[in-house]
């Protein structure tokens, strides 16, 4: 069993200043997929509703090159918010990973890229949506993303990539305290008829609502949950499981000092996912 771990906006390369979409700009580079709408450069904004869509005569499968302007190192892998037609619910959708360094040079040619990661997940679902993996450290300039399988009819739509690092690791030894809580919400309006029939309205996607207590935690723990509740972008949350969610912190963050010296805190990070 893994620890929790967060990767902020910070550590999402894909967000920095000065990645470049290599797509459609020559040079060997893949040509542009997209609906005129929904532009491939969606996929370098923070806003995961701002979507990427393939269009409806999409290749499988269907490549991705960004420069990362510099070398970096990674050592996680996400899509977050990859979407089919309800029609295709229960296909999976395969993502590879491929890098190369400064030194090696940008290629056009699939080929020439190190696949490093797989990121595998189903269609439809609130857990269906997001995903990513934790993989060995590598050095990347120029990224590559092998998306398949794709619908060639109805192509996808996808919030976003992230690769980067987990910059706030809680530890090997630490997932949360004893009664952690797990909600799953599916939005709706609710209301009932004159003769008390019940009519539902469903308003949104399905979202998770995690409650996670940290119990006599140590000051450098309690800092980096801080870190985390202060985000005020979203973030990717690896639970001990390996799944990644994106989330967004509550807007209160309660912390109790409960001893010292030394000090000794209590937490409770409230977390939403994205649906």
Same mark, same amino acid.
């Given at each position: 069993m893994a620890s929790t771990r967060f990767s902020t906006k910070a550590a999402n390369y894909i967000l920095s200043?000065?990645?470049?979409?290599?797509?459609?700009?020559?040079g060997g580079a893949p040509a542009l997929q997209e609906d005129a709408a929904y532009p491939m450069s969606n996929l370098l904004k923070v806003d995961r509703y701002s979507v990427w869509a393939t269009g409806p005569t999409a290749p499988n499968p269907m490549l991705v090159h960004i420069d990362l302007g510099q070398d970096r190192a990674l050592t996680f892998f996400a899509v977050l918010g990859m979407r089919q037609a309800a029609s295709l619910a229960g296909n999976t959708i395969?993502?590879? $990973?491929?890098?190369?360094?400064?030194?090696?040079?940008?290629?056009?040619?699939?080929?020439?890229?190190?696949?490093?990661?797989?990121?595998? @997940?189903?269609?439809?679902?609130?857990?269906?949506?997001?995903?990513?993996?934790?993989? =060995?450290?590598?050095?990347?300039r120029y990224l590559q993303i092998k998306v398949s399988v794709i619908n060639t009819t109805l192509g996808l739509t996808l919030g976003?990539?992230?690769?980067?690092?987990?910059?706030?690791?809680?530890?090997?030894?630490?997932?949360?305290?004893?009664?952690?809580?797990?909600?799953?919400?599916?939005?709706?309006?609710?209301?009932?008829?004159? =003769?008390?029939?019940?009519?539902?309205?469903y308003v949104g996607a399905p979202y998770r609502r995690f409650l996670l207590?940290?119990?006599?935690?140590?000051?450098?723990?309690?800092?980096? @949950?801080?870190?985390?509740?202060k985000q005020t972008d979203p973030f990717v949350y $690896?639970?001990? $499981?390996?799944?990644?969610?994106?989330c967004v912190p509550a807007p209160e963050n309660a912390v109790a000092h409960r001893w010292s010296p030394p000090d000794i805190w209590d937490a409770l990070l409230e977390l939403r996912s994205l649906g």
């Open positions: 200043t000065g990645v470049v979409l290599k797509n459609g700009t020559g395969s993502s590879i $990973f491929g890098t190369r360094t400064a030194a090696q040079g940008y290629s056009g040619v699939s080929t020439d890229y190190t696949d490093r990661a797989t990121v595998a @997940l189903p269609t439809m679902g609130v857990d269906g949506v997001d995903g990513g993996v934790v993989a =060995a450290s590598s050095t990347c976003k990539f992230a690769v980067g690092l987990l910059d706030q690791d809680l530890g090997a030894n630490l997932v949360y305290s004893p009664g952690a809580e797990n909600h799953l919400v599916t939005p709706q309006v609710r209301t009932e008829t004159p =003769a008390g029939f019940p009519v539902i309205s207590p940290f119990r006599a935690i140590t000051t450098a723990t309690r800092d980096q @949950l801080n870190t985390v509740a $690896f639970d001990q $499981f390996d799944v990644a969610h994106e």
